[in-house]
């Protein structure tokens, strides 16, 4: 059973900067395509951005290329999103999700965390 466990989430005020952190604990060595989404408030859950095992391809959405980025450190399991120049409808709580697969992009994952809120003020 894989375990995902995020961090790095908080308030910031617009144009501001955050990264969050998520590892997949359980692994037992797996190698995992890893992915952000979000959910806002009322709003249905969204692709942030996605990430293969080995780097690359990745695939953002459109409402946050050029201002988050995905990286990862495979050896540790861990995938990190940082974001920079944040709007108010960035707001959200983010979650990470992994797959025992390449690279997902938009799709189906079978992991998932409980999610990090972040705060977005104007």
């Known amino acids: 059973q894989v375990h995902m466990v995020e961090s790095g989430g908080g308030l910031v005020q617009a144009g501001g900067s955050l990264k969050l952190s998520c590892e997949a604990f359980?692994?037992?060595?797996?190698?995992?395509?890893m992915a952000w989404f979000r959910q806002a408030p009322g709003k249905e859950r969204e692709f942030v951005a996605a990430?293969?095992?080995?780097?690359?391809?990745?695939e953002y959405a459109d409402a946050v290329k050029g201002r988050f980025t995905i990286s990862r450190d495979v050896d540790k399991n861990t995938v990190y999103l940082e974001m920079n120049s944040l709007k108010p409808e960035d707001t959200a709580v983010y979650f990470c999700?992994?797959?025992?697969?390449?690279?997902?992009?938009?799709?189906?994952?079978?992991?998932w965390g409980q999610g990090t809120q972040v705060t977005v003020s104007s």
């Open positions: 359980g692994s037992a060595g797996g190698r995992f395509g």
């Open positions: 999700a992994a797959d025992q697969v390449f690279f997902l992009g938009n799709r189906h994952y079978t992991y």
């Open positions: 990430m293969s095992w080995s780097h690359y391809p990745t």
